[in-house]
Nanobody, 128 residues
Framework: QVQLVESGGGLVQTGDSLRLSCEVS????????GAWFRQAPGKEREFVAS????????YYADSLKGRLAISRDDAKNTINLQMNNVKPGDTADYFC?????????????????????WGQGTQVTVSS
């Protein structure tokens, strides 16, 4: 069974940079595509970013593009999210997810894709 454990959340100030990390275990890491989602209070969960199993393809939410960078570290089995210039609107629970998929087809990896495995989430609060 695939397990995902997020870390790196907390309280940050507007304009800060934030790095979230997700440690993945339970399946060969290079067979898993990864993604980050978030859910703000009172809102639906939304796609943030995804990365292919090879690391060669990435997708970002249009509204966040330019402030994000998703990466993976195959030596540490982690999927990482760097967010720059954070804003109060970025306040949310951030969830790491993964799926057994080795391709990069947008419908299967991009904003509308379904993911199989989920972490418990890490809370991010941005103060103004």
């Amino acid at each position: 069974q695939v397990q995902l454990v997020e870390s790196g959340g907390g309280l940050v100030q507007t304009g800060d940079s934030l790095r979230l990390s997700c440690e993945v275990s339970g399946r060969p890491f290079n067979t898993l595509a990864g993604a980050w989602f978030r859910q703000a209070p009172g809102k639906e969960r939304e796609f943030v970013a995804s990365i292919s199993a090879s690391g060669g393809d990435r997708y970002y939410a249009d509204s966040l593009k330019g402030r994000l960078a998703i990466s993976r570290d195959d030596a540490k089995n982690t999927i990482n999210l760097q967010m720059n210039n954070v804003k109060p609107g970025d306040t949310a629970d951030y969830f790491c997810s993964a799926k057994s998929y080795s391709g990069s087809y947008r419908l299967l990896l991009g904003p509308l894709a379904d993911f199989e495995y989920w972490g418990q989430g890490t809370q991010v609060t941005v103060s103004s």
